[in-house]
């Protein structure tokens, strides 16, 4: 028995649906491509009187997921009002998951894992693994450096950009710039224009990309504990004591959102700094590493870019609200709800801007 494992194909699609259907797949009748009413349809699935306008895509990342949920929305109001829009992947993160939900649109993974929901019918399944796990890491888009172009394109959605100036902007060469360019163009969250220029096409699906990706475990953190009035007053003496001691920093997750947006009270300070103090600056705020009742996080970065696009905040050096969005993805507390705060405030441009 050959024991290499099968890559995903569309043609698993079908079996897969019966199987969460819990219905013979000979019960199925499938339809491809040019064969369906739409040329853009990728797969017809009907059973009964249910039609699934299914949108399959080789890869899970949101990126792509969010545009597989818009297509295949489209294509099922094109089909006519008894069409359920499905997107399927190999295997579903949990962003593409949410995606999904928020587009009304369900889903399945080659993996297993569905989240289905019909007239008279509702499938959901999780907890599956994802079956077709690579082996190696892939050389990513939204790597610590690589990930400097999408922030900059981020922070700066309004305008266009020559790659020799995202080369410059970001700090990377001109030849990784114009390889990051092209995945981000291939994923059609960027466009190129026919002089050159780069610009956002899908401002929502390139930041849920780059959240999905953002990983804060990466960075160095050291936690400690230093009495303090309230979470403010701690904040201000930190970075007044960063800034005698001539370190780059940035505050950032719920201590940046709360500069940016005053959204929600908050306990721990996170602060990003280009390298640690001396244990005599941090005596002179109390500063105690400790990892029970921390209620500061100091961070060196795995990469210098996180303080692109810094602003001082009522004397506050903050990060970018774009890097405080992503760094709320691992943080306790009301962070969730910060996320949602800043993303709904100052990161959600109208498609038309």
Known sequence: MNSVRTQPRIGDVPSCLAELLNIPANQLKVRKGSTARSAEVDLVVSSGDRV???????????ATVAMAARRARGDAETLGRKAIPLVAVPFMGDVGRRMCEEAG???????????IVAPGMRVQIEGKPNRFKRVGRPRSLFAPKSARIARWLLMRHREVFTQRELARLSGLDEGSTSRIVRGLSEQQLVSRQADGLVRVTEYGALLDALFEAHDFS????VRGHVASRSSDELLRRLAETLQAEKIEHAATALAGAWQWCGFAGY???????????DANALGRIGFHETERGENVWLVRPNDSGVFHGSEVRDGISCANPVQVYLDLKDHPERS???????RGKLL??????
């Open 336 to 342: 969730a709800d910060a996320a949602a705060n800043l």
């Open 267 to 277: 306990r721990l300070v996170t602060m990003f700094v280009a390298e640690l103090p």
């Open 348 to 353: 959600n441009p109208s498609p038309h801007a």
């Open 105 to 115: 649109v369900g889903w399945l993974d080659l993996s297993g894992n569905a989240h």
């Open 52 to 62: 699934w306008v299914v949108n399959y895509k080789a890869s899970g990342q949101a």
């Open 218 to 221: 990466m960075h160095q953190v």
